[in-house]
């Protein structure tokens, strides 16, 4: 039996769904019934059905408003997407500026334009205001973000997250070292200044009830080579008193790897950063592509999750991509992001094609030293990735490597979800994905495009146009 006054939304129509084996659920026909809390209280076939005969009656008597009931059509709902690896103050500079090296492209271009972020409070409003505009239009419904040095530019960009209702684990970035002289911190004012954003992030949701608490502040050393054994220790144990999140970058390019082997006298970031205590299963490292089979053993004992970010990884790791197949074979829980601006596009739909393309580059490669070594052997699975499971890494992989699978049900739309999600509906002037039904009996059935085909198109095509809402948590 429903509760009607808690009822906030019924959906009908078809609910797409990412399962934790990574395979795909596609459910057509379904009623869905969303409390106000923003949570799936029920879901069932949408004729037939206790439920649907339930809701049935509640819309015809005018008990639930018809403003309150979305008729999906021959669209579809799925997950939001989560953008596991952002840089908010980066924005401006997506889609230019990558020319250099990392080591060579940090100090060129991005410390400037996270600096100008810091020294103007304007700027950095406009700038955030359109960020997350831009993330809903592509259907993020929640991020990981660094944010800047500045604890007060910070607040600023967790509260444009908070007002445009996108969830987000925001990060005070910390840097002792290697930086520009106008954008850099001492040790101590790092470890006082992000200690004072967890406390005004705490604050800015104090009041809110528990649900509609959608930011959250995260630990965030750089990495290693912008952040000094003092600072890193500091930070690590903060997170540990406070309970809060940890993320940084590891093991991103050539150049990156050899400078921290440099520095640290042949250990390696991943080595220290678990000897200091920043490897848990509260953390979250961006990029990874230069793991061992031995870090990936690692982040699989600590419960580390990594952010992939496979079209920032075309540009500055093209000698190596992420051992994606062999991470989830070692048990890494990961996601994907975007990683603006060092990847130019806004949204995770391009990282999710990317995702595929670079899984099969990878597989190809092993074909080809198969080939070349005459070896026989190696049955074992394919490295390349299908569109199905680049869209569990875009939404519930993403989900699971921030944590929001557990306490919210995150990435996928099961009763007990948290209801963020995206709405789906093909046949816009101006979209990218056409088909042609031919109405051919086969063995006496007519045989039109299928709801997964579609889906398989819309994955390889889809943009704005094609979302007609989101939701987070139900708003
Ligand atoms: N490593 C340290 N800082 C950054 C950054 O801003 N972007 C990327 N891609 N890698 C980093
Ligand atoms: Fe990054």
Not at 150 to 179: C, H, P, W, Y
Not at 314 to 338: C, D, H, I, M, T
């Amino acid at each position: 039996m429903l509760d009607l006054a808690d009822i906030s939304l019924v959906l009908r129509g078809t609910l797409v769904s990412p399962q934790p084996d990574r395979s795909l659920s596609i459910r057509e026909d379904c009623v869905v019934v969303i409390d106000s809390k923003g949570f799936i209280a029920a879901i069932d076939n949408s004729t037939g059905s206790a439920l649907a005969d339930e809701v049935d009656t509640l819309v015809r008597e005018g008990k639930v408003g018809q403003d309150k009931v979305v008729e999906l059509g021959d669209g579809w709902a799925l997950p939001g997407f989560v953008d596991t690896h952002i840089h908010a103050p980066q924005y401006p500079n997506a889609g230019m500026a990558l020319d250099k090296p990392l080591m060579e492209w940090l100090e060129a271009y991005t410390f400037a334009a996270e600096s100008r972020i810091d020294k103007d409070p304007a700027y950095a409003q406009r700038v955030y205001q359109k960020l997350v505009q831009r993330l809903l239009e592509n259907g993020t419904t929640a991020a990981s973000v660094f944010g800047t040095i500045s604890v007060e530019a910070n607040l600023t960009l967790a509260k444009a997250f908070l007002d445009a209702g996108i969830r987000g684990q925001i990060g005070k970035v910390a840097m002792d070292q290697n930086s520009l002289p106008s954008y850099i911190e001492t040790t101590a004012s790092s470890l006082a200044d992000t200690r004072r954003f967890i406390e005004s992030m705490h604050s800015l949701v104090a009041s809110l009830p528990d649900e509609q608490r959608l930011i959250e502040p995260v630990v965030t050393p750089r990495f290693v080579p912008t952040c000094s054994i003092e600072l890193m220790k500091g930070l690590s144990d903060l997170a540990k008193e406070k309970n809060v999140r940890i993320q940084s970058h590891m093991c991103e390019s050539q150049g990156m790897v050899d400078v921290c082997r440099e520095m640290l006298g042949g250990k390696s970031d991943v080595e220290l950063l678990d000897q200091l205590g920043l490897l848990n299963d509260r953390s979250l490292m961006a990029h990874c592509t230069h793991s061992t089979a031995d870090d990936l053993a690692r982040l699989s004992r600590t419960g580390t999750a990594i952010a992939s970010c496979p079209l920032s990884n075309v540009y500055f790791s093209a000698e190596r991509q992420l051992p994606l197949r062999e991470a989830w074979n070692a048990g890494v829980k990961v996601g994907l992001g975007s990683d603006i601006s060092g990847g130019y596009r806004v949204g995770i739909d391009e990282n999710m094609r990317w995702a595929v393309g670079v899984s099969r580059l990878r597989e190809g490669e092993r074909q080809r030293d198969l080939r070349e070594s005459r070896r026989q052997e190696e049955r074992s699975a394919s490295l390349a990735i299908s569109w199905k499971e680049a869209l569990y890494l875009a939404t519930l992989g993403g989900a699971q490597a921030l944590g929001l699978d557990k306490e919210r049900k995150v990435g996928a739309l099961e009763v007990g979800s948290a209801f963020d999600a995206q709405w789906i509906q093909l046949g816009h002037p101006r979209s990218r994905v056409d088909w042609f039904d031919v109405e051919e009996e086969e063995g006496g059935v007519v045989k039109r495009v299928s709801t997964e085909e579609k889906l398989e198109k819309w994955f390889c095509n889809g943009s704005e146009v094609d979302r007609k809402a989101v939701w987070v948590q139900g708003k």
